[in-house]
T-cell receptor, first 113, second 114 residues
Framework: AQSVTQLDSQVPVFEEAPVELRCNYSSSVSVYLFWYVQYPNQGLQLLLKYLSGSTLVKGINGFEAEFNKSQTSFHLRKPSVHISDTAEYFCAVKRGSQGNLIFGKGTKLSVKP | KAGVTQTPRYLIKTRGQQVTLSCSPISGHRSVSWYQQTPGQGLQFLFEYFSETQRNKGNFPGRFSGRQFSNSRSEMNVSTLELGDSALYLC?????????????FGQGTRLTVV
C-alpha cells in the first residue's frame, strides 16, 4: 500500500523568503506524484506533477519540486514567497493502474509581511 | 470550459437523516472520484467511477454510496447521518481513469450534521 508523509504540519515564513515543503512517500510500485494547493473554502488546485522524465518539475505560481527516487521524496520549493501563497499544500501519489489519489496530511504555509 | 461543479455548496442535516450530493464533471471527462476532508483525518478517498462503473472504493462504511450516470454526472449518498460525517466532500474529474491523468477538483460541498 502507498502512503504519503508531509513532515511539517505548519510552516511560517516571511514574505520574499525561500520555502521548502517536505514530502516523503512509500510504495512498492511506481507511482505518479502531485502537489495540490487549497485556499480557504476552496477545492484543490494542481500545482505540479511528476509522471516521468526530468526529476525537476516546474509548476504554476513559481513553484517547483524535485523527485528523488532513492530518498522517496518529492519536496516542493519556491525561491521567494508572497503573501498570496498562504494556503494549505497537499502532496499526493497515484498508482498507474488506479485513478484515486492518496494524500498526505497537508502543510499549512503562512506567509507573514 | 466550465470546471467541476458541486451542488449544493453548503448543507445542514440532522443526525439520522440521509443526504445526496451532486457532481458535474468537466465536459468530456469520464472519471469521477469523491473524497472526504476532515480536520482530523485529512483527505480520504471514498470511491471512483468510470463509465458508470465503480472502479475503486475506499475504506468507508456501507452508509456511503455513489453512482454515475451516462452523462458522467455523479451523486454520492450518505444514509443515517452521524455527527462524524460532518466534512467537506470533494469531487474530482479526469479524462480517463489511469494514474497519469490530472484530477480537477470542484469547490466541494460542506456538510454539517447536527
Amino acid at each position: 500500500a502507498q502512503s504519503v508523509t508531509q513532515l511539517d504540519s505548519q510552516v511560517p515564513v516571511f514574505e520574499e523568503a525561500p520555502v521548502e515543503l517536505r514530502c516523503n512517500y512509500s510504495s512498492s510500485v511506481s507511482v505518479y506524484l502531485f502537489w495540490y494547493v487549497q485556499y480557504p473554502n476552496q477545492g484543490l488546485q494542481l500545482l505540479l506533477k511528476y509522471l516521468s522524465g526530468s526529476t525537476l518539475v516546474k509548476g504554476i505560481n513559481g513553484f517547483e519540486a524535485e523527485f528523488n527516487k532513492s530518498q522517496t521524496s518529492f519536496h516542493l520549493r519556491k525561491p521567494s514567497v508572497h503573501i498570496s501563497d498562504t494556503a494549505e499544500y497537499f502532496c499526493a501519489v497515484k498508482r498507474g493502474s488506479q485513478g484515486n489519489l492518496i494524500f498526505g496530511k497537508g502543510t499549512k504555509l503562512s506567509v507573514k509581511p | 470550459k466550465a470546471g467541476v461543479t458541486q451542488t449544493p455548496r453548503y448543507l445542514i442535516k440532522t443526525r439520522g437523516q440521509q443526504v445526496t450530493l451532486s457532481c458535474s464533471p468537466i465536459s468530456g471527462h469520464r472519471s469521477v472520484s469523491w473524497y472526504q476532508q476532515t480536520p482530523g483525518q485529512g483527505l480520504q478517498f471514498l470511491f471512483e467511477y468510470f463509465s458508470e462503473t465503480q472502479r475503486n472504493k475506499g475504506n468507508f462504511p456501507g452508509r456511503f454510496s455513489g453512482r454515475q450516470f451516462s452523462n458522467s454526472r455523479s451523486e454520492m449518498n450518505v444514509s443515517t447521518l452521524e455527527l462524524g460525517d460532518s466534512a467537506l466532500y470533494l469531487c474530482a474529474s479526469s479524462l480517463e481513469a489511469t494514474g497519469a491523468q490530472e484530477a480537477f477538483f470542484g469547490q466541494g460541498t460542506r456538510l454539517t450534521v447536527v
